[in-house]
């Protein structure tokens, strides 16, 4: 194309961006910095650390880290030495202490938490690879409960292993057809999050080849698809609920069109809730309507779109689901087992609190979150919670899982690893400590963050961290 040597941009989607952009300096604007690679932005896991701690720990390594305005734990970040180390390999991210997410994208649960502060439970709608659902998380302080669903059978292993290193443990997953849950999941939920799947025209400075298949056909046929997620998620929500449409797209059609549609369908029930005091500089990004269209030029980001609803009564019901739900395979545990269970546990430096309730599944200890309990037998669920525990005659085996969500740093069973030996933890390979082990079973920290639980054989320390997260290559530091 005669704009770009490294961007693919059809002339027919050039014209729609015209129309939108009609001053011809604002146009000239996006067609560059839509050429200019992507800032790299991190979200510091407040689950597992303070921004201010995180900030401190990371000193030593001059990072250049940049507030992003609309969420308190994004940083844009400026590194020397990214040639040499990916940044997924730093200490600091396989210990889940920050989530690598674009800053466009941290918008919609700033926006979502903006308006309710404290939601009981919560469902994102398509939440593969799990950036939203770890922020949300983080937000609830892992109280309460989100639904979290993926469409993508492919993309569920990375959600579980996001959620699994952050920590997350309020969270259940369901592998379905976002269209199911308005049928089956009736005003049900106090907050969703609909990213809806797009064109991702807001993504071309990550992809270049982004455009190649892009026609005004197809973003017709997307967003046919989006009106059909959309309006499940409205039937899913709560009357007073809040529910959050986002894109990573810029046409009107994926965005101000497809919440027009929900608002023609249903004038008496929903509520716009502007945006436009999100942040300071908001304004820029502001529609007519009260929503967010960010343009990549506005704050040097992806493009993206932001619309925020509230649903101010019911609607009639959608038909019901057809497909059968099948038994449950996991029954509550009785108090007395809990008790026992739960003193074991505290023993090995495992706790939790009552938003967290035991669940048994043959040999398999699982916590889930209590506020998902309602929903079981109404949906399948691909994965509940956390799961703690394997049940043996002589005791319980932890699982790494739990390990990462639920143990105390502070533990009498903890031992800290010298940086070697917290590398040669995330290769898979047996430590032989320089520390006192206090006990056979013991957590293993580094910086004060539990990275597992291990056995001591002899003189050394068994490493039984997952086989799938075992990494090569570098790791800690350039």
């Known amino acids: 194309m005669a704009h770009s040597s490294r961007v693919y941009f059809p002339e027919s989607f050039l014209s729609v961006m015209r129309d939108m952009l009609p001053d011809s300096a604002d146009f000239d604007a996006f067609i560059a910095i839509s050429q200019q690679p992507l800032r790299r932005s991190l979200r510091v896991n407040t689950l597992k650390i303070s921004v201010a701690d995180f900030l401190l720990q990371v000193a030593p390594y001059n990072w250049a880290l940049t507030p992003i305005l609309w969420c308190e734990e994004g940083f844009w970040i400026t590194r020397d030495d990214a040639d040499t180390l990916p940044l997924g390999s730093t200490a600091e991210h396989l210990s889940g202490l ?13 926006a979502l938490f903006d308006s309710v502060p404290q939601p009981q439970r919560v469902m994102d709608v398509a939440a593969a690879p799990g950036s939203k659902t770890t922020q949300m998380a983080a937000r609830m ?13 492919s993309r569920v292993k990375v959600l579980h292993a996001n959620l699994s290193r952050c920590g997350v443990s309020n ?8 269209r199911v849950f308005g049928p089956a999941l009736p005003e049900c939920f106090d907050a969703i999050l609909l990213d809806a799947p797009c064109s991702g025209e807001g993504v071309i400075r990550k992809d270049a080849d982004a455009l190649r298949n892009w026609s005004p056909e197809s973003t017709q046929q997307i967003a046919a698809t989006q009106c059909d997620l959309i309006d499940s998620a409205f039937h899913a929500l709560k009357p007073g609920g809040t529910l959050i449409y986002s894109t990573c797209t810029l046409n009107q059609t994926e965005n101000q069109q497809v919440v027009a549609w929900l608002r023609d369908r249903y004038p008496d029930a929903v509520e716009v809730l502007p945006l436009n005091g999100l942040f300071a500089g908001a304004d820029q990004a502001l529609t007519a309507e009260g929503y967010l269209h960010v343009f990549p030029q506005l704050f040097d980001s992806e493009g993206f779109f932001v619309a925020r609803l509230r649903k101010t009564d019911s609607v009639p019901a959608m038909a ?25 546990a505290n023993k090995s430096g495992l706790q939790w609190d009552s938003s967290l309730a035991l669940w048994q599944r043959d040999k398999e200890l699982w916590l889930f979150p209590t506020e ?4 079981l037998g109404r949906v399948r669920f691909s994965r509940i919670g956390l799961k703690l525990a394997e049940t043996f005659p002589k005791g319980y085996r932890w699982q790494h899982e739990a390990t990462v969500a639920l143990a105390r740093p502070t533990a009498a069973n903890s031992v800290g690893l010298t940086e070697d030996e917290a590398e040669e933890w995330y290769r898979g390979r047996d430590i032989y400590p320089e520390a006192e082990l206090p006990r056979d079973e013991v957590i293993v920290t580094w910086k004060q963050q539990p990275i597992g639980l291990a056995k001591k054989v002899s003189n050394r320390l068994k490493n039984n961290y997952p086989r799938d997260l075992v990494r090569d290559g570098k790791l800690f530091k350039a």
């Open 98 to 110: 920050f989530y690598i997410q674009e800053a466009s994208s941290m918008l919609p649960v700033s």
């Open 171 to 178: 969270t259940a997953m369901t592998h379905f057809d976002g």
């Open 372 to 375: 998902i309990e309602p929903l």
């Open 141 to 153: 302080n892992n109280q309460g409960a989100i639904l979290a669903n993926e469409y993508s059978a």
């Open 320 to 344: 019901k689901p057809g497909y059968k739900v099948g038994k449950l395979p996991f029954s509550p545990l009785s108090r007395k087992l809990t008790e026992e269970v739960m003193a074991a």
